[in-house]
C-alpha cells in the first residue's frame, strides 16, 4: 500500500490545481455575467426614466396646448414655427427633455425627446380640437321621450347636471352622460333690415343681394323651393319664420350659414350640401317646432334658453343643444357626419381647448 501511494505523489496537488483553474474559469464567467446583467439593469433603469421624462414633457406641452385660453391662431404659430426647446431644454427629474410640434392647428402632435444620463427615449401625443356640438342632443333642462316605439336619439345625450330626462322613450337613445359646460346665449348679430321685399327673386338668396347678411321680420316661407347659395359664411336673421309641409331649402356652396330667430314653426325640409355648414340660432326663450309626416332639417340648431318639439316623423339631422327638447311620435334626432363639424370659434364662442387621442411611444 505504501508503495501504490508513493507512485501517486503529487497528483492530488495536479488534481487541486485543475479544479482551481476551473472554479477560476466559472467565476470570471460569472463574474462577467453578473457585471452584464448590471450593466443591462441600469442601462435599462436610464432607458425608463428617459421615458418617463419624456411623457412628462409631452404631457407639459399638451396641458399648455388645451388650455382654451390659446386661440387658433396662438397654435397655428405654434406649429408653423415648429417651436421648441431644442437650445434650451427643460430639466426634469435629473434629466432634461426636449418638445417640438407638428400637424395642424385642428390636430397638433406633440414630440418630446427625453435623456436620462446619455439614455434617450421619444414619445409623441395626438390632440384634437374640441368641437362645439359634442352630442348628438343636449339638454340644459329636460329631455322629454314620449312614444317607445318610433321616436329615437341615434347617438349620445349630454346632460347638465340639473337636466333630467323623462318619458317612456329613455331606452332608445345612445350614450347618456352628463355635461359640466357652460352655454352661453346666441349672439345676437345686430343685422340691418333688409330694404328690399321677401321673397328674393326666383326664390334665390346669394351673396351681397340685399338679402344677405340682413335681419327680417315674420317671414311665410310658404310651400315654395328655396335656394341659399353660400362663398363664405353668410347670415340670414327673422323674427319668426314659418315653413310649410311641402317646402324645401337647398343651402350649397362653402361657408356657414346662420340663421337667427325668436321662433320658427318648421314642416317642410332643409338639405346641406357639403361642405355648407347650417346653424339655426334660436333666441332665449324662443321655440322651436318641428312637425310634420316627411319633414327634415340637415344642420345644427342651438338655443340653450329656448323650448324644441319634434314631432310626426320629423328628423333632425345635425346635433341639438336646447333648453328642453321634446320627441313625440316618431321624432328623430341623428348626429350624422355628412353635417360635418363645428369649433367653437366658427360661431364666435372661445375655444374649447383640445382632447388627448394617441400615445405613439
Partial sequence: MYKYFKDEKGSTLVLIMMVMVVLSILGAALLQTSLAE????????NRL????????????????????AYNLGTIT????????NTT????????????????NRY????????????????VNLSLDKNYFFDASVTVTDNLHMHNLNNTNV?????????ATITGNGQNNIGDLYQTTRNFPSPTNPGLLAASVS???PLNEISPSDGYADHSFGTINFGNDTYYINLNGNMELQFDEMIIGSTAEIYVTGTGILNIYTDDIDFKGKLFTDPPAKTVLNVFDNGSFDMQTGNGSFEGFIYGPNADMTISANFDSIGAIIARSLTLQAGGNVSFSSTAGNLYPEELGFPSLGYSRTIWLD
Avoid: C, M
Fill in 38 to 45: 448590471n450593466r443591462f439593469a441600469i442601462r435599462e433603469e
Fill in 49 to 68: 426614466k428617459a421615458y418617463y421624462i419624456a411623457r412628462a414633457g409631452a404631457e407639459a406641452a399638451s396641458s399648455w396646448i388645451e388650455d382654451p
Fill in 77 to 84: 404659430t405654434l406649429i408653423t414655427n415648429n417651436a421648441s
Fill in 88 to 103: 434650451a431644454p427643460t430639466d426634469f427629474a435629473d434629466g432634461q427633455f426636449w418638445v417640438s410640434f407638428s400637424g
Fill in 107 to 122: 390636430q397638433p402632435t406633440v414630440h418630446s425627446l427625453g435623456e436620462y444620463n446619455g439614455v434617450e427615449q421619444k
Fill in 154 to 162: 341615434y347617438g349620445s345625450v349630454a346632460l347638465t347636471p340639473s
Fill in 198 to 200: 321677401w321673397p328674393p
